[in-house]
């Protein structure tokens, strides 16, 4: 009997398979590209806004807890308004300009509680554009 070799694991993996189907993709790759074309971009231009933003009403409230209510839109120094009387003061003035945004600022001293009863007070009025005004750091 002649004896036998049993078979030997091979331990390489054999590559040119995968060597092929990459130049196979890569030569589908390179007779595509011309035929796809980049999406383009519209940038909106300057000229599409017909309008200005609005200068906002704002809602001053003082060290001592008192309100204060000036429009930015005028050169005006603004009315002192009891927090009883916030509500009607800035339903007014938002029937002669709807649509305007209200900004709080508030003196440092002030805690906070008092600032977020106003702007609560003005989401319940239904005012869509609310927001904060701070004072820049200083460098």
């Known amino acids: 009997m002649i004896p036998r ?37 519209e ?7 017909a309008a200005a933003p609005a200068a906002p009403l704002e809602v001053v409230v003082r060290a001592d807890g008192s309100l204060l209510l000036r429009d930015r839109n005028e050169t005006d120094l603004g009315e002192s308004v009891p927090e009883a009387g916030l509500e009607a003061a800035v339903r007014a003035r938002l029937a002669l300009r709807p649509g305007q945004p209200v900004v709080i600022s508030a003196d440092r001293s ?23 005004l701070v ?4 460098p």
Do not use: C, H, W
């Open 5 to 41: 070799r049993g078979r030997k694991a091979m331990n390489q993996i054999n590559v040119v398979p995968y060597i092929d189907v990459m130049l196979v993709l890569l030569v589908i790759f390179m007779v595509t590209a011309p035929f796809i074309n980049p999406t383009q971009v």
């Open 43 to 49: 940038l909106p231009s300057v000229g599409k806004s």
């Open 110 to 132: 002030v805690r906070y509680e008092a600032v977020m009863k106003v702007m609560d007070d003005l989401q319940r009025l239904g005012v869509a554009r609310v927001g904060l």
């Open 135 to 138: 004072k820049p750091a200083q």
